[in-house]
């Protein structure tokens, strides 16, 4: 087996597209990567895989030319490669697709289009190409729009545009789907593999597993900036894959079938305009959930989620009457007064919405426990237990930091997670209303927060989550739902339900096609 | 009152004259803040090339050298706001503060020896057989070449910036700075660049002021011009034809108000003194009502090269 691993490995070697030789980067306090050896052939898909932190960003910026390697060597078509900037990098044939759109939102498409190329043609030329390439690759996109005006999907065929424009020979993706609809993902899969046909090789970072394991033909996985293994992904299923990367078994989040009970929290038709430009107004949402229940709110961001848990929040205010919390009005509440009465929140954004950034954790603690947690007498801290409590969740949360008193900007993205979803777990709420609960956290992270959240649930709480993660939502949820342009579908149960009816959920198909 | 006095041809065409300074420093500060940069020090610039203008200008006799003294001053001065801000991260609006105090002291501290003294005369450039074109004629080509120089600046920044790749880098860069960055744009080049050319601006706007519109020097004699330039830019939505149109719209009022007060109307002095203001912006306001009046994306945001 070993045997046959190295062989492949040789093979491989000597048809490469590129090689990476010993490739290594430090920075202060942590090696990104630790001489990182592989290889790419031509019209491969080859998937990076790791958790956050395992250096695969840092990977992809030495290929792609944004940092300068300390040490190794990498080679294209056979010749030495080290390109100084993405320029250089571009001109020599390899193309990225960043994680977070690198787009410029009050620019046109061929705008943006341009400021990706080294030498673009003038702009009619430009926009004709690019009708031309996008009608060739099943991606069609008007070059005269403002890229604020796009879908993610949209948004994401304006950076692929950019790349193809240049006739790469290496295209490489970073978290491409994270923001796209099943349908939009099929959509891309194909043209994904027509560029393959035709020679171009891909690298492939990606969360998604099952993704990996229809797109895939090779992976390399990296754990704490090291190749630990390589693989076929299609041979594997996503549980051996995810165990792969960290390096132990996976605990999957697991909660003993229950009745739900009363309603907890319902809205009848809220309905706001957005207080952002860029934002969705939210139409006529209705829903229920029970107590007991996990109820998982699907959709691609940008279609009302940040409005919807304003709403219930109580940060926006809805119409009196239309929002109930165990049978009483709430909807016109502050924030502060839901929180006594039992509704908690965590919003997505966690450096600046749920957490500050340069607080202390304690100084995070009080900031959303001051009521339940008692920790303010007539109008003075209480410093001793306010630190108490935030070591309660850094203790049963497991969030690895040197103590409550280090700045909560300071922790990774998901300790710092764990961190803001434990402080409103430890709160006992009746409902618990979390936007985004694992976003850019790793799959042994992201396990434990599903996993609190179920506990919470089957300790009689109703939980409403709001994720971009259909996986996600598929595992914890008991109800599903999506939101559409600030449209809420009908509530359906999550068993049972088909990767098609949810991507039509969640593209503002009517509840009852869905349903029937 | 007599409005009867109140020539229409003279008003317009000092229009022309009372406006070009905050013009100048407006479309200079609008392509600083287009590239993602606020620099509150507009003032304090236009103030410094308006005593250096002054002083070389006198010394030699030739208005033209000091109008590009002006300009070296006003960039020089930016250059200062510009590595405070760009490499040593300072706060923008701190820093921006701080430079129009500076130049405010500087300048006082420059001009001292020079009160008093009359600026040497620019000669008005008649524009050959437009000139003599009755009403338009004296309106629009019978003024003194900076006039239309500026008038050259915003259709160049117009241009560059909506049809040039150079124009297109510097909005990428102003819109989205870790975006531009990860393309492989020079964030921090681009935008030293574009402050300087909005201190360079800024100078010869204050250098008008002292070698043609005054033309002497007096302390402060900018009065709060470089203030009205910054609140111009951000009601033209950063574009630069309306930036052209408010800054006319304000020195027509200004222009427009003394006269009124010359001919004895019979509206309270304070009204009119604060009828520009009130004016400009209103109408600014209501164009900037409807459509997009998107301010730059990564305006007054820090920019931290990550690698």
Redesign the interface.
């Known amino acids: 087996m070993t045997g046959d691993v190295l062989l492949t490995g040789d093979t491989r070697h000597k048809n490469a597209l590129m090689t990476l030789e010993g490739l290594t980067k430090a920075y202060p306090g942590v090696v990104a990567n630790d001489q990182v050896s592989f290889s790419l052939l031509p019209g491969e898909v080859h998937a990076l895989l790791g958790e956050n932190g395992a250096g695969k960003s840092t990977l992809v910026?030495m290929i792609y030319?944004?940092?300068k390697p300390d040490a190794g060597q990498m080679t294209l078509n056979d010749a030495p490669f080290s390109p100084v900037?993405?320029?250089a990098a571009?001109a020599s044939g390899v193309a990225m697709v960043?994680q977070?759109?690198?787009?410029?939102?009050?620019?046109s498409v061929a705008?943006n289009i341009?400021?990706?190329m080294d030498n673009?043609p003038s702009t009619r030329e430009l926009a004709s190409r690019i009708r031309e390439v996008s009608q060739a690759y099943g991606l069609p996109l008007d070059p005269d729009r403002i890229v604020g005006d796009l879908s993610a999907g949209e948004r994401q065929r304006v950076e692929i545009i950019r790349c193809l424009l240049q006739n790469p020979k290496l295209l490489i993706m970073d978290e491409p789907t994270s923001v796209l609809t099943p349908q939009e993902v099929e959509i891309l899969f194909k043209t994904l593999r027509k560029l393959t046909s035709e020679g171009t090789s891909i690298l492939y970072i990606s969360h998604k597993l099952e993704e990996i394991r229809s797109l895939c033909e090779h992976a390399t996985i990296l754990r704490h900036g090291v190749v630990v293994d390589t693989c076929d992904p299609r041979e594997k299923s996503a549980r051996e894959l995810a165990e792969l990367m960290v390096g132990d078994k996976l605990h999957v989040p697991t909660r003993e079938a229950a009745e739900p009970g009363a309603v907890a929290l319902s809205l009848s038709g809220v309905s706001m305009p957005s207080p952002s430009e860029f934002g969705t107004d939210l139409r006529n949402v209705t829903l229920e959930v029970r107590k007991g229940e996990v109820l998982g709110i699907g959709g691609v961001a940008g279609n009302g989620q940040d409005e919807l848990l304003a709403v219930m929040s109580g940060e926006a205010r809805a119409r009196e009457g239309s929002i109930t919390l165990a049978g009483d009005e709430i909807g016109t509440l502050p924030p502060g007064a839901r929180r006594a009465r039992g509704l908690l929140t965590a919003p997505e954004e966690r450096l600046g919405h749920s957490a500050a950034p340069e607080m202390s954790l304690t100084e995070n603690a009080l900031l959303t426990g001051a009521v339940r947690e008692k920790l303010v007498d007539r109008g003075f801290l209480r410093w001793n237990k306010t630190e108490k409590f935030a070591r309660r969740i850094i203790e049963a949360f497991d969030v690895r930091t040197p103590g409550p008193d280090n700045a909560a900007g300071s922790l990774s993205g998901g300790n710092l997670q764990k961190f803001v979803i434990g402080r409103e777990v430890l709160q006992d709420p009746d409902v618990l209303v979390v936007n985004q609960p694992t976003w850019g956290v790793d799959a042994a992270a992201a396990a434990a927060i599903r996993q609190s959240l179920l506990d919470l649930a089957q300790k009689g709480a109703a939980v409403i989550v709001i994720s971009q993660d259909l996986d996600e939502l598929m595992e914890i949820s008991d109800r599903f739902t999506a939101l559409n342009e600030g449209r809420l579908a009908r509530p359906v149960p999550t068993q049972g339900l088909s990767v098609e009816e949810i991507g039509l959920m969640m593209g503002g198909a009517e509840g009852d096609e869905v349903a029937a | 009152m007599d409005l009867g006095q109140i020539n229409p041809i003279l008003l317009l065409a000092s229009l022309m004259v009372a406006a070009t300074p905050i013009l100048l420093a407006a479309i200079g500060e609008a392509v600083v803040e287009k590239s993602g940069v606020l620099n509150l020090g507009v003032e304090g610039m236009m103030i410094t090339g308006a005593v250096v203008g002054f002083a070389i200008g006198v010394n030699t006799g030739a208005p033209s050298i000091g109008f590009v003294a002006a300009a070296f001053a006003g960039a020089a001065l930016s250059m200062l706001f510009g590595v405070l801000v760009l490499y040593l991260k300072s706060n923008q609006v701190a820093t921006g503060l701080g430079l129009t105090l500076f130049g405010l002291g500087l300048s006082a501290l420059i001009g001292k020896p020079f009160e008093g003294i009359k600026a040497p005369t620019m000669a008005k450039y008649e524009v050959p057989l437009l000139s003599d074109i009755p009403a338009l004629g004296p309106i629009l080509f019978r003024h003194d070449p900076m006039v239309y120089v500026s008038l050259i600046i915003v259709a160049l920044t117009w241009y560059v910036l909506a049809r040039t790749?150079a124009g297109?880098?510097l909005?990428?860069v102003g819109?989205?700075h870790?975006?531009?960055h990860?393309?492989?744009?020079k964030v921090i080049r681009v935008r030293l660049m574009a402050i300087a050319f909005g201190g360079a601006c800024a100078g010869l706007g204050g250098a008008y002021i002292s070698l043609v519109r005054v033309p002497q020097w007096v302390e402060g004699m900018t009065a709060g011009a470089g203030w009205i330039a910054l609140a111009i830019v951000v009601f033209a939505s950063w574009r630069p034809w309306r930036v052209l149109l408010g800054a006319y719209l304000f020195g027509g009022i200004s222009v427009l108000q003394l006269n009124l007060q010359a001919a004895g109307v019979a509206i309270p002095v304070e009204v009119l003194a604060m009828s520009p203001y009130l004016i400009t912006i209103l109408v600014l306001v209501v164009i900037s009502l409807r459509g997009?009046h998107?301010a730059?994306?990564s305006l007054g945001r820090e920019f931290h090269a990550t690698?």
Do not use: C, M, Q, T
């Open positions: 910026k030319g944004l940092v900037n993405p320029a571009r960043f977070h759109f690198s787009l410029f939102e009050a620019l705008e341009a400021l990706g673009p | 790749r297109l880098i909005r990428g819109e989205n870790d975006a531009a990860a393309l492989g744009y997009n998107g730059p994306g690698h």
